[in-house]
């Protein structure tokens, strides 16, 4: 069984991992984990992983495939059908419902530096017991690096909630 305040990840319907942080955080004040779905941009098509990471732990990551769909939950282990889009780039859905999706224009895909697009899950979790997770989305961009990306979706996930991201990659 899951905490309530565990990130559970699902990659293409199988258990991947799950992140949670340590029963002791001491000496920091928190620890942050981040589930992130990392797209780069090529000239016809789109390479993509996953990572989960935890404040001072290994990170995990796995590359992922053309119609990859990655659940992340806090806490709860069900997961919605969900669809890849048809155009390539990823779709984000809350609870089963689509809340954006980004598609790689024609501009973009020879872009130097790569155009790149990311979505995260995560969650600070503080010392004294408290939680902080939420969710992002951005678009692809060409960015120098250290630039930060703008998010198109930033939003708090509450216990229980499904972050979903169907990917077309090819």
């Not at 990655?70 to 390539?88: F, I, K």
């Amino acid at each position: 069984m899951s905490s309530p305040t565990e990130l559970v990840t699902y990659l293409d319907g199988h258990p991947w991992q799950h992140t949670s942080p340590p029963h002791s955080m001491a000496p920091r004040a928190w620890l942050l984990g981040v589930i992130a779905v990392q797209l780069t941009a090529g000239r016809s098509h789109i390479e993509a992983q996953l990572r989960a990471s935890l404040t001072g732990g290994e990170a995990h990551t796995t590359l992922l495939q053309d119609g990859s769909i990655v659940h992340v939950s806090l806490g709860r282990v069900a997961r919605p059908n969900v669809l890849a889009p048809d155009a390539l780039g990823m779709a984000c859905y809350l609870d089963g419902r689509l809340i954006d999706l980004i598609a790689l224009t024609p501009e973009l895909a020879g872009a130097h530096p790569k155009a790149r697009a990311f979505g995260h899950v995560f969650c600070r979790w503080l010392r004294d017991g408290g939680v902080e997770p939420g969710f992002d989305l951005t678009g692809f961009q060409s960015l120098a690096l250290g630039v930060k990306y703008e998010r198109l979706v930033n939003r708090v996930l509450a216990p229980g909630q499904i972050v979903s991201y169907a990917l077309r990659l090819r």
